[in-house]
């Protein structure tokens, strides 16, 4: 089992930023993609970025490439999502996600990951 605890999520003006943590705890050695989606009110939980261990690359989905960068800690317990230039369209409930299959290109699809945890909502007002 692996528990994800995510914090730093607010209210930031268009522009703005935020960093986003996850804390990973539990059998946390079995993980070996980390990631971020996002939920918009109405709309599917989306892909934002990931982490691989194996090779440690890492993987944004279009609209957050140049202004969000994942980054993980040296024990693979902690990861981080830096947003900057944030824009309304950024509003959601942002999730972390654990992948426990070995992959050298990560999933983008939620039905992948393994483990989510509870969510911290970001909201950018315009």
């Known amino acids: 089992q692996v528990q994800l605890v995510e914090s730093g999520g607010g209210l930031v003006q268009t522009g703005g930023s935020l960093r986003l943590s996850c804390v990973a705890s539990?059998?946390?050695?079995?993980?070996?993609?980390m990631g971020w989606f996002r939920q918009a009110p109405g709309k599917e939980r989306e892909f934002v970025a990931a982490?691989?261990?194996?090779?440690?690359?890492?993987h944004y989905t279009d609209s957050v490439k140049g202004r969000f960068t994942i980054s993980r800690d040296v024990t693979w317990n902690t990861l981080y999502l830096q947003m900057t230039t944030l824009k309304p369209e950024d509003t959601a409930v942002y999730y972390c996600?654990?992948?426990?299959?070995?992959?050298?290109?990560?999933?983008?699809?939620?039905?992948?990951?393994?483990?989510w945890g509870q969510g911290t909502q970001v909201t950018v007002s315009s």
């Open positions: 996600a654990a992948d426990l299959t070995v992959r050298l290109i990560p999933a983008r699809t939620r039905s992948s990951y393994d483990y």
């Open positions: 539990g059998r946390t050695s079995s993980t070996n993609v």
């Open positions: 982490i691989v261990r194996l090779g440690g690359n890492t």
